[in-house]
């Protein structure tokens, strides 16, 4: 009757258990093979979590558990580039991955401080870029595009009551003409040294494809940015149109209190 051990999915065969026991306690060392593609975050509460489940059934117990990461048959070209780019710590965007001819080719936007020196951020993408060859084969054709990672705080403020009043009327226009979209709401505009922020929240039917709703709110934001030049960025949340039933989402009950106060 215990609910679903969240990390099942991540195991790979079976554990391997070694004990050594000494009344009164029990020393057991165990290993246990896990998906590389588990989250990090998951990766500790499981070091944490599965020693304590033994040690709440014996209680005299000292465990030591070691997680092995290892590789599925099942990963996508995509799963194991994000993997790479993880351990270089580089954040990367947009990976492609094209069949040419037999041959894949694969592109990505890396992304690095925008006071670095070109000669060091050519390095940090080559170096990523012979680990990617390496995992998936010489032949691979690998392209970077670098772009700077804004890593300072903006100081901005509410935009003037006119141009804010300007700015969500013009969002009104545009989602109107979108058919999938409804009840557009929480739209707030920003200002600071590179421009207006835009941020709005909308919904969509729970069937429509995430490439609908993003098609969509793309059209928006090029229609928007074409209207009022000085428009820096739009940032769109798509929520469903309604929820199955008055459960709490999937975030926690602090985080669905704020979402609603913020509607």
């Known amino acids: 009757d215990e609910p679903a051990w969240p990390f099942t999915t991540f195991f ?14 029990s020393s057991f060392s165990l290993a246990v093979d896990v998906a590389r593609t588990m989250p990090v975050d998951d990766i500790s509460r499981l070091r944490s979590e599965l020693p304590a489940k033994i040690r709440g059934r014996f209680p005299n117990a000292d465990v030591v558990l070691d997680a092995d990461l290892v590789a599925l048959d099942d990963e996508t070209v995509f799963q194991r580039i994000m993997l790479i780019a993880a ?8 990976p492609m991955v094209q069949r040419i001819g037999g041959r894949l080719a694969v592109s990505f936007d890396i992304e690095v401080d925008g006071d670095m020196p070109l000669e060091t ?3 940090t993408a080559t170096r990523l870029e012979c680990d990617i060859r390496r995992e998936l084969g010489p032949e691979i054709e690998v392209e970077s595009h ?13 935009a003037s009551e006119s141009e804010r009043k ?10 109107a003409r979108e058919k999938r979209l409804t009840d557009l709401h929480n739209i707030r505009i920003r200002q600071n040294g590179e421009g207006l922020f835009v941020h709005y929240h909308c919904r969509f039917a729970g ?6 709703v993003h098609a969509a709110v793309d059209r928006i934001e090029a229609a928007l940015q074409r209207r009022i030049p000085g428009i820096k960025r739009v940032v769109a949340h798509a929520d469903r149109a309604q929820l199955v039933d008055d459960r709490a989402p999937v975030c926690d ?8 106060h913020l509607a």
Do not use: F
């Open 12 to 25: 790979t065969g079976q554990p391997k258990l070694m004990s050594i026991i000494a009344a009164p306690r």
């Open 87 to 94: 351990r270089h710590r580089t954040a990367i965007h947009h």
């Open 121 to 123: 951020a050519h390095e």
């Open 146 to 158: 670098i772009e700077p990672l804004p890593e300072r705080m903006l100081e901005g403020q509410e």
């Open 166 to 175: 300007r700015v969500a009327t013009e969002v009104g226009i545009l989602a």
């Open 207 to 212: 069937s429509d494809t995430v490439d609908d």
């Open 253 to 260: 009950t602090v985080t669905t209190g704020l979402a609603r």
